[in-house]
């Protein structure tokens, strides 16, 4: 039966939302990361030296889990989820390598980022490899639909990240420019991720239109959550690696909404902490204690769970099915980290 009240229907334990995924997908996942394996070597020897030390690190995977799983959706699948999978991957990895370099961060997946230890210009020229594997898989599947889908977001991906540099520490930055940065930069990879495995699953037009729309959500969800992860979660809590966002002059949302209120002092206090490389603990807990005066935090949270509700809708009109309720439940676990 297809979805008919979201707010009704029981949810799963929203931390086992990932475990049922990653279960759900296992099989697809080790041809997956088989086939990222083999991609990323090369007869330049730097090449798989330095792809590899991102791919080894980990992390989620979620994107290529959730171009499986669209493709699960529907009965008469084409072959082509597996490459699908893992050209989002490497477009994934390849944006981290550069962004590394872009923000000049020394650390990534709890490891030193690959910038310091082989530099900038092999980090760039790997990601740039790894976008090339990407296409010509996506080449072999003789799909051009879905090569135009990953092309297109490709180029909306590198916008976003422009327009997030020439917005670094521009305190006239709307909540308008921010949705425009994180729906280029963070969901348009979703929302391809998804698109392209619902076409994979040889999705109706309607059907693939529904799983586009839950990516872009999802990913909008996704990344105002890590926005908030960067102070430390919805509470404030200060763990590791926060206030990268800061240091880097990153105009997130609950900058832009703390500014929108703050006092001539608190704003000059944001305006000297923004870009300040050098800024410590103490001025991140001033900046932080001043978010949470204004709310910034909860009110930026509340913008993710609504974008994770909006998820949980665009699938409404498809069928139940077991994969369908655990894309029901990823939403409420990606809003859940910041908790």
């Not at 931390?15 to 279960?23: E, K």
């Not at 059907?207 to 586009?212: C, G, I, P, V």
């Not at 997130?252 to 001539?264: E, G, N, V």
């Not at 001033?286 to 709310?295: M, N, P, Q, S």
């Amino acid at each position: 039966m297809a979805v008919e009240s979201l707010e009704k229907r029981p949810r799963a334990d929203d931390a086992q939302a990932m475990d049922r995924l990653v279960a759900a997908t296992r099989a697809d996942m080790d041809a997956v990361n088989a086939l990222i394996v083999s991609r990323a070597d090369s007869s330049v020897e730097m090449v798989p030296e330095v792809a590899n030390h991102l791919i080894a690190a980990g992390g989620k995977r979620l994107r290529p889990m959730l171009t499986l799983a669209a493709s699960a959706m529907f009965g008469t699948a084409d072959g082509n989820g597996v490459r699908f999978a893992a050209a989002v991957e490497f477009m994934h990895n390849a944006t981290l390598l550069h962004d590394d370099v872009v923000d000049e961060s020394d650390m990534r997946r709890g490891r030193p980022a690959a910038r310091t230890i082989w530099g900038n210009q092999a980090s760039v020229l790997v990601g740039d490899f790894l976008l090339g594997q990407a296409f010509m898989m996506m080449v072999e599947s003789g799909d051009l639909a879905a090569l135009g889908v990953l092309s297109r977001a490709a180029a909306t991906i590198a916008e976003g990240e422009v327009f997030q540099l020439a917005k670094a520490g521009d305190l006239s930055t709307t909540a308008g420019d921010y949705d425009r940065i994180i729906h280029a930069k963070t969901a348009t990879l979703f929302e391809a991720a998804t698109e392209v495995g619902a076409m994979a699953g040889g999705a109706a037009t309607e059907q693939r239109e529904a799983l586009a729309a839950y990516g872009r959500e999802l990913g909008m969800a996704f990344q105002l959550v890590d926005d908030v992860l960067d102070y430390g979660g919805a509470r404030g809590n200060l763990g590791k690696n926060t206030g990268d966002d800061l240091r880097e002059g990153k105009m997130t949302l609950p900058i832009i909404l703390s500014l929108a209120t703050a006092d001539a002092a608190e704003r000059r206090t944001i305006e000297s902490a923004l870009g300040n490389t050098n800024a410590d603990s103490g001025v991140f807990e001033t900046v932080l204690a001043i978010l949470e005066r204004h709310d910034a935090l909860a009110q930026t949270m509340a913008r993710a769970e609504g974008h994770a509700q909006a998820a949980r809708a665009a699938l409404s009109g498809l069928p139940s099915s077991p994969i369908a309720d655990i894309l029901l439940d990823v939403p409420a676990f990606c809003t859940r980290r910041a908790y």
